[in-house]
């Protein structure tokens, strides 16, 4: 299952981890990137691990992340890379929103209409491994990741191909890539006790991802940063999950008056990411980092986030690096609460898909000890409001909440 409380342009129901994989420097959880290569000699083997909680508002989803990865210079071209994560997901999830008398329907209520959770029995856990080489050329750099992710209703199979090239004596780098994944995403329901997977909902798609990135350093002390992504998806693309109340339907199973959702079965997106860094030396070597974000798709969203990060070195070798987060988006085209009239072709209530705003920030401190290990740790806070958005579009302030995410990291150089 896909996890709640992401935003839409950079996780969506049924995303695999591709979608992430050319961001990996924007959502890598603290302490997994691994150090820069140009610090590692041939000898230079280094393990990192992370464990994350990620909590939601209200009793719903809770999300228990362990990583691990470790890195190997070969020689002074190659290293590789073998990472792991395991997922253990709890918790409730929001189907819809359906009316107050809605039949099966638990949840928060605001006038007639009632927030619809699924039941707090929801247990999954998921496993990803991937492989990754990279190999340096004189003015370049070639990367291949390869990879698996599994859980009980989800399986994605995915590769990355990346390079960089340097130009004007490294003072600009240019950056493409290409990933493609194979993922069949299934339903799981509770038939006399047991959880089955059912034939009903489901099916496969296949994504493709282009990334091109363009870097510059500006002076000694800053550099700008634009990358532009493009990717397209294909085959079952709706959430098995979630629902779409129909007052007017009556099906027994698996919900009375309750018809699934459906989207489109293809989705072009399109993303721009502006990043801007400025080392301060005067502030004992601390830096501004400042990211802009657009996402675009073929579904009617639209987003934009703002973030800033402030790393400052204090006493004693410590690093703390605060951060705040702005988040927007407008609903899709067929986001519908209930259904009215002759349903659509398509139509959704997923949160999800809604219009919202959201704020978000933490804190991240981290130190080297003994010039081999590397202690993490950080704190997370999200909230998102409907009336927070600016971008316009359906949503409701049932579907408000908030989640906190706390981690802490090792790095370890042999």
Not at 59 to 64: A, H, L, N, S, Y
Request: proline letters at 3%; charged letters at 20%; glycine letters at 10%.
């Amino acid at each position: 299952m896909a996890w709640e409380g992401a935003d839409v342009a950079v996780t969506n129901a049924g995303a695999s981890s591709l979608l992430g994989a050319f961001a990996a420097a924007a959502l890598a959880l603290p302490g997994l990137c691994p150090e820069a290569r140009a610090e590692l000699s041939p000898e230079d083997l280094s393990i990192d691990t992370n464990f994350s909680r990620y909590a939601e508002s209200n009793g719903r989803m809770k999300v228990d992340v362990y990583q691990a990865a470790a890195n190997l210079v070969v020689n002074d071209k190659l290293s590789l890379r073998l990472h792991g994560v395991k997922d253990v997901i709890t918790g409730a999830s929001p189907i819809g929103i359906g009316r107050v008398n809605a039949g099966n329907c638990k949840g928060p209520s605001l006038g007639d209409l009632r927030q619809c959770l699924s039941s707090a029995s929801i247990s999954d856990v998921r496993d990803a491994i991937d492989i990754n080489a990279t190999y340096a050329l004189d003015k370049a750099t070639l990367d291949l990741d390869v990879g698996r992710s599994s859980e009980n209703d989800y399986e994605s199979n995915f590769f990355n191909l990346s390079s960089r090239w340097d130009f004007d004596n490294k003072m600009t780098t240019l950056t493409a890539g290409y990933g493609y994944a194979s993922d069949q995403v299934w339903e799981i329901q509770a038939i006399n006790g047991v959880k089955v997977r059912t034939s009903q909902n489901g099916g496969d798609k296949e994504t493709n991802q282009g990334m091109l990135g363009l870097t510059r350093i500006l002076d000694k002390d800053s550099l700008i940063q634009a990358n532009v992504t493009y990717a397209y998806n294909a085959g079952y693309l709706t959430d098995p999950y979630k629902y779409v109340y129909d007052p007017v339907a009556f099906f027994s199973q698996p919900y009375p008056q309750w018809v699934h959702e459906r989207r489109p079965s293809n989705r072009n997106q399109v993303g721009l990411l502006l990043n801007y860094v400025r080392n301060f030396e005067e502030l004992n070597a601390a830096s501004l980092h400042a990211d802009y974000r657009f996402y675009a798709d073929s579904w009617g969203l639209d987003s934009h986030t703002f973030e800033l990060s402030w790393l400052q070195p204090v006493w004693g070798g410590w690093m703390l690096t605060p951060r705040a987060r702005y988040y927007s988006q407008n609903s899709a085209d067929f986001y519908q609460l209930i259904v009215t009239g002759q349903p659509s072709a398509f139509l959704s209530s997923d949160y999800r898909l809604a219009g919202f705003g959201a704020i978000g920030g933490g804190m991240h401190i981290s130190r080297m000890f003994f010039d081999r290990l590397k202690v993490s740790g950080g704190v997370d806070f999200y909230q998102r409001e409907r009336a927070w958005g600016f971008s316009g579009g359906g949503g409701t302030a049932l579907d408000n909440f908030s989640f906190s995410m706390f981690s802490v990291s090792l790095n370890l150089k042999f």
